[in-house]
T-cell receptor, first 117, second 110 residues
Framework: DGGITQSPKYLFRKEGQNVTLSCEQN?????MYWYRQDPGQGLRLIYY???????QKGDIAEGYSVSREKKESFPLTVTSAQKNPTAFYLC????????????????FGPGTRLLVL | QKEVEQNSGPLSVPEGAIASLNCTYS??????FFWYRQYSGKSPELIMS????GDKEDGRFTAQLNKASQYVSLLIRDSQPSDSATYLC??????????FGKGTSLLVTP
């Protein structure tokens, strides 16, 4: 079964702690993305990556970091510098980093809900 | 700021009726448009994409695009209670990024 997996489903962060959210895809997609969704809000782009070892900041990158060491994996670290991390985090991928369908169509993983203790 | 606007709803329609969801966008350079459905607590799933003016049909769903008026809509025919969800409009401009609206909540009542 091809798809995008995210883990864990729920994550609890203590004050001053860094936490890492996992995102893996077996769709052979080149482009991967991280979004944040707050209640009643649209999705906001945190980081995106077109190829291995290359990634770019999105609209709200402050307090987050990513890596892309493998094509299949794009983990997101929420650092202690992110003062309001409670949100639903969504990973997405597309065949290529393009604006339009079909190669630019983005598909989402199931998400990770991050809560602050 | 490139805006994507949707009525937050809730939009309530009876079972079997046509649900009409609307989205307007501010960037005239926008090229592609997507509708995602998001059930409560779940991630968005793609319903349809459209990039040419006019209508595009897929089963009970029809996407309509009018670039001159800068709006895109989604019609759901024969609405079912299982269609109750939040519908997100996403707009792609000349770059890579999708700009999302805040979504319209749809409630289909039996």
């Amino acid at each position: 079964d091809g798809g995008i997996t995210q883990s864990p489903k729920y994550l609890f962060r203590k004050e001053g702690q860094n936490v890492t959210l996992s995102c893996e895809q077996n769709l052979n997609h080149d482009a991967m993305y991280w979004y944040r969704q707050d209640p009643g809000q649209g999705l906001r782009l945190i980081y995106y990556s077109q190829i291995v070892n290359d990634f770019q900041k999105g609209d709200i990158a402050e307090g987050y970091s990513v890596s892309r060491e493998k094509k299949e994996s794009f983990p997101l670290t929420v650092t202690s510098a992110q003062k309001n991390p409670t949100a639903f985090y969504l990973c997405a991928s597309s065949i290529a980093l393009l604006a339009g369908p079909p190669r630019g169509t983005q598909y989402f993983g199931p998400g990770t809900r991050l809560l602050v203790l | 700021q490139k805006e994507v606007e949707q009525n937050s709803g809730p939009l309530s329609v009876p079972e079997g009726a046509i649900a009409s969801l609307n989205c307007t966008y501010s960037d005239r350079g926008s090229q592609s448009f997507f509708w995602y459905r998001q059930y409560s607590g779940k991630s968005p799933e793609l319903i349809m994409s459209i990039y040419s003016n006019g209508d595009k049909e897929d089963g009970r769903f029809t996407a309509q695009l009018n670039k001159a008026s800068q709006y895109v809509s989604l019609l759901i025919r024969d609405s079912q209670p299982s269609d109750s969800a939040t519908y997100l409009c996403a707009v792609a401009n000349s770059g890579y990024a999708l700009n999302f609206g805040k979504g319209t909540s749809l409630l289909v009542t039996p």
